[in-house]
């Protein structure tokens, strides 16, 4: 398994977002959807890129089928076109979705980051997994009961959200107190556990970044 530093991640995530912005034909597109599976697989994560492998086959057919006209009002090419784009950038950004908050903290520390805009980051992102987790406990509450009906559907989302509105203020709670005891708000010079260091592989990862990036803009003006 590939372990790179986020700073690396992020030239990637960065170079895919250019990409995704400037790229107009599709066999170029698809080829660097082909570069970011092999790129996400290595670091482990090939569960998630096989669900974000079938999502994009599934709408690049409907694409297909609908030549390029889409499916009315309802589902336009545009929107198709769109999501397909979106996946490819959310594919890049797994492996930094990926990365334990401690370690994103860390970094942003050794980048000299304000703490202003790195405490909302990391607050964020141990917040909405563990909301995740608390919302599929609900519902799945919910469907042991008996409570979830769509001839009733103002009563479901009743039942859904009230409870997850609590559920998330207490979450809130939990992760701030869990911070302050940690010292996260204390003065002076914080340590990391993790060794947080720019090695070789991630000097080689961000020039490969900058030749496949170079090499796909020379593809879509040459072709």
Known sequence: MMHLDLRSKLVVFLSTVFLVSVLSKDTVFFLLAAILVIYVSLQGYSKSTIKLIIAMGVLSFLRFVSNGEGFGILIPDMFLFMVIRTLVIVLSGIPILKTPPGEIMAIMKKMKIHRNVALPLIFMMRFFPVVK???????????????ISIKKPFLTMEYLFVPMMFSSSKIAEELAAASEVRGISASGKHSSRREIKFRNLDVIVCLITIFITMSMIFLERSY
């Open 133 to 147: 987790s608390e919302f599929k406990e609900i519902i799945d509450s919910l469907r042991l009961r008996g409570l």
